[in-house]
């Protein structure tokens, strides 16, 4: 049991992780590197994106079985 719970945390872990790295990256090219760009609405909405494409990626992987 440890072990699942282990694996588990390591997924979100990476998750939360590859989507800082994908803000950084594109407010880095997009905005520079002032860090007041890093909360803006931009950056928002960049991340709200991502995030709402996870999530929609997570679904299409987990619950339509389309082999049937």
Not at 44 to 68: A, K, N
Request: hydrophobic fraction near 60%.
């Amino acid at each position: 049991m440890p072990f699942v719970v282990w694996l588990a945390m390591t997924a979100v872990a990476n998750t939360v992780v590859n989507v800082f790295i994908a803000h950084f990256l594109f407010m880095l090219f997009a905005r520079g590197d002032t860090s007041g760009d890093f909360v803006g609405p931009p950056a928002l909405i960049v991340v709200t994106l991502m995030l709402l494409l996870l999530d929609f990626c997570l679904y299409l992987g987990r619950y339509p079985r389309f082999d049937r």
